[in-house]
């Protein structure tokens, strides 16, 4: 069994569409409506967007959060500095849990960590399984 997607519930589907489009590399998997939005990485996973409506506004849990992976620590600075850049409240990155990074709220009421790719632990794909 293969991971298929994840259903973002955020508060402004159009701004948080374009926002992961034009500064995290998302793309549309067709078009995009008021209230919900699919989008596609570079690796194929599947990234829903859906509105919460005008009467209901997001709320998560400090801790959660959507993670981006960068291949390095300069790649990290760089994405920090182009979000400043385009007028984002950014933390600067520094070393978080073992790796440099850094966090952010973004458009739509959700939170973003970016950070750089630990070599000694590098992230595989994973496949649930089925045990039984």
């Not at 194929?44 to 998560?60: E, H, I, P, R």
């Not at 600075?77 to 966090?103: K, M, T, Y």
Request: aromatic fraction near 10%; glycine fraction near 10%.
């Amino acid at each position: 069994m293969e991971l298929n997607h994840l259903n973002l519930p955020v508060d402004d589907v159009p701004a948080a569409s374009d926002f992961l489009e034009r500064h995290f590399g998302l793309r549309p998997a067709g078009p995009a409506h008021a209230n919900f939005a699919m989008m596609l990485d570079e690796g194929g996973f599947t990234l829903t967007l859906m509105g919460v409506g005008k009467a209901n506004s997001v709320s998560y849990p400090r801790t959660f959060h959507v993670g981006f992976l960068c291949s390095s620590e300069a790649e990290v600075d760089e994405q920090n500095r182009r979000l400043v850049e385009a007028g984002f409240e950014v933390e600067e990155a520094s070393r978080q849990h073992g790796a440099w990074s850094f966090s952010f709220d973004a458009p739509g009421g959700f939170s973003l960590i970016v950070r750089a790719a630990d070599k000694r632990h590098a992230p595989k794909r994973h496949r649930l399984r089925r045990h039984g």
